[in-house]
């Protein structure tokens, strides 16, 4: 892939770009935060002082940020600054409108862009088993491919630009309300006399299973790996998971679709950040639910 620019090394860029670096690849990374520059330099990222700078001959574009107009931002300042027909892969969660217009920015300017967004959290991240659900067209999908291999371990072709974004609003639709759904019903247990372990045991077996009990369990104990066992340690943090449920809400009213368990879920996510939980993974609901009216 040549020379990588890879900007904004969060919590979840720098361990992506660790990644890549770890299989050999050249990467200069930015991001506006010193403590995020000086943690992804200690993985062996060469960090530049501006998004101009780390773009500068750059022959891949990797952006991990938190909103659309960041997203946009960057590129139009980088796209000038990097190689001619450059691949511009942005792999943060924001809004289909703007990942559809970060597409059109890469098109007037000859290079390649695919929407990369990620599931799998921090530890995913780290681990290099992330999901990359991506939009653009099928011929820089494979170009993109490979590159994203060596982040993850799965990488789905989701359709034409946006729909990578499309794809994950959806997934975490799905999520955030699911989550909610295992959290009450752990809430109401423990109300009842029916313990985690026995509700654990017969949900895991039987039809309410699903990824938020049996990988993510939102009480601690019977998924020794869920933030739960270590006082909601963010693995995805609540803020973001209100982000996607805002943004999947948008989408919908645009769209004209019904999503009123979406809008529900974004209530209870806005009451909980606001009661606390906003340094707390989004499993940690769960406290709020327990606490009952």
Not at 260 to 284: E, H, I, M, N, R
Request: aromatic content about 6%.
């Amino acid at each position: 892939m040549g020379r990588i620019a890879f900007i904004g090394l969060g919590a979840m860029g720098a361990p992506m770009a660790a990644s890549l670096v770890a299989a050999g690849q050249e990467v200069i990374g930015f991001d506006s935060a010193d403590a995020a520059r000086e943690k992804a330099a200690a993985a062996g990222v060469r960090c530049a002082a501006t998004a101009q700078e780390a773009a500068s001959g750059a022959e891949t574009l990797i952006t991990m940020l938190q909103s659309g107009e960041q997203v946009l931002d960057v590129w139009r300042t980088a796209l000038p600054c990097a190689a001619r027909g450059a691949l511009f892969v942005d792999c943060s969660t924001i809004d289909i409108d703007s990942a559809r217009h970060a597409h059109l920015l890469a098109e007037m300017a000859d290079s390649k862009a695919i929407d990369a967004p990620v599931s799998g959290g921090v530890a995913g991240a780290s681990a290099r088993s992330l999901t990359f659900m991506c939009g653009g067209d099928a011929e820089t999908f494979q170009i993109a491919k490979p590159l994203l291999e060596k982040m993850g371990a799965r990488i789905l072709h989701c359709g034409g630009p946006g729909l990578g974004q499309a794809a994950k609003l959806c997934n975490n639709l799905m999520l955030g309300v699911t989550m909610i759904a295992t959290a009450e019903a752990f809430a109401l247990a423990s109300r009842i006399g029916l313990s985690a372990s026995a509700l654990y045991e017969v949900a895991a077996a039987s039809s309410g299973q699903s990824w938020s009990l049996t990988s993510y369990c939102p009480v601690p104990g019977p998924v020794p790996a869920s933030p739960a066992n270590r006082d909601y340690a963010p693995g995805f943090a609540a803020p973001l998971m209100l982000k996607d449920l805002r943004l999947a809400e948008t989408a919908g009213a645009k769209a004209g679709a019904v999503t009123p368990l979406c809008a529900a879920a974004a209530q209870l996510y806005a009451l909980y950040v606001a009661q606390g939980g906003s340094g707390k993974d989004f499993s940690g609901i769960f406290e709020m639910l327990r606490g009952g009216a």
